[in-house]
């Protein structure tokens, strides 16, 4: 069973900045992706950023330009780099992780691709 740890999140202004970090037991196998998502309230949870074994990256249209996602594979942790937030990034936050799928850009973005899920870590932005 992989584990996966959130931190990170917390209180900020409109137009600020906040790093995420996820935590892994282990890597499932040599060929995977991680990604991070995020739910509000009321609304469906969302794909917002992935990564896959060979480095390449996805975003949602909504985060792109000031979401970076990177991992680090010798400390077994996933990053996001949040900047220039708004109020409608305000969401609990999740990492996850899943095995090696390369069906396009946004598939991966997809909540079906991953199998092992975080507790998250709360975002808030205020206006």
């Known amino acids: 069973q992989v584990q996966l740890v959130e931190s990170g999140g917390g209180s900020v202004q409109s137009g600020g900045s906040l790093r995420l970090s996820c935590v892994t037991s282990?890597?499932?196998?040599?060929?995977?992706?991680m990604g991070w998502f995020r739910q509000a309230p009321g609304k469906e949870r969302e794909g917002v950023a992935a990564?896959?074994?060979?480095?390449?990256?996805s975003y949602a249209d909504s985060v792109k330009g000031r979401f970076i996602v990177s991992q680090d594979r010798a400390k077994n942790t996933l990053y996001l780099e949040m900047n220039n937030l708004k109020p409608e990034d305000t969401a609990m936050y999740y990492c996850a992780t899943g095995p090696f799928y390369s069906g396009g850009y946004y598939a991966i973005l997809s909540t079906v691709r991953y199998k092992y899920w975080g507790q998250g870590t709360q975002v808030t932005v205020s206006s």
């Open positions: 990564i896959s074994t060979d480095g390449s990256t």
């Open positions: 282990e890597y499932t196998s040599s060929n995977y992706l």
